[in-house]
């Protein structure tokens, strides 16, 4: 991965052990900077992680996290655990867990929830429940997505069920942003529901362009 001159150094570790291992996944510097914004709403609250890999999103995160806030991931390969937990050995408000990515719920709910490893609700996996994982006006964040052209968005020539979960649930406000190219990230916000039976919104979000 290639080194960018306003990346943190944590990062720029991360992305060297990553790239040593041959681990072509880690987050793109793109994806890594609205992080590092996002975590900067945060201040004394909690930020949860699925996905851990060689920790560079983790690493964005705490790069923006505000005082106070703690951070937790969760990976379940042993040996991208046992890389990231080597990395972050002195950064005391991080927490690493080994395991599912169903295990990160004991650390719930969080102020901002990013899905990088599990809960997305990708393939044949379940989405988690928002409400289950987030605190009220808490941040959800769904990345790796190819930026929509039309409504409803497409994956394979069929509707994207995955990303219309997030963008019609009931339960959040969320947009989808361009955040390069051929990258688009899911940004919603976990609006406590109203009494009485919840809707699902059939609305359009405002996403189609980035």
Not at 65 to 85: I, K, N
Not at 146 to 153: A, E, Q, R, V
Request: hydrophobic share 40%.
């Amino acid at each position: 991965m290639a080194e960018y001159a306003d990346e943190p150094e944590l990062v720029r570790r991360a992305a060297r052990a990553a790239g040593r291992a041959g681990f072509g996944r880690s987050c793109h510097p793109a994806q890594g900077r609205l992080l590092r914004v996002l975590a900067g709403g945060v201040a004394g609250g909690t930020i949860g992680e699925t996905g851990t890999g060689f920790g560079v999103g983790l690493a964005w995160l705490a790069a923006g996290a505000g005082p106070g806030t703690t951070l937790t991931s969760v990976e379940q390969d042993p040996g991208r655990h046992a890389a990231a937990a080597e990395l972050f050995a002195g950064v005391p408000n991080v927490t690493l867990r080994h395991g599912d990515w169903t295990d990160l719920a004991a650390a719930a709910p969080f102020d901002l929830l990013v899905l990088d490893g599990g809960g997305q609700g990708k393939g044949a996996e379940p989405p988690l429940e928002p409400r289950d994982w987030l605190r009220p006006q808490g941040c959800l964040v769904v990345d790796d997505f190819t930026p929509m052209s039309s409504w409803p968005p497409k994956f394979r020539g069929e509707p994207d069920e995955a990303r219309l979960h997030w963008l019609r649930h009931p339960d959040l406000l969320a947009t989808e942003l361009r955040l390069a190219p051929g990258l688009a990230t899911v940004v919603a916000r976990y609006v406590t529901p109203a009494p009485g039976p919840a809707r699902r919104s059939s609305r359009t979000p405002s996403g189609l362009a980035g």
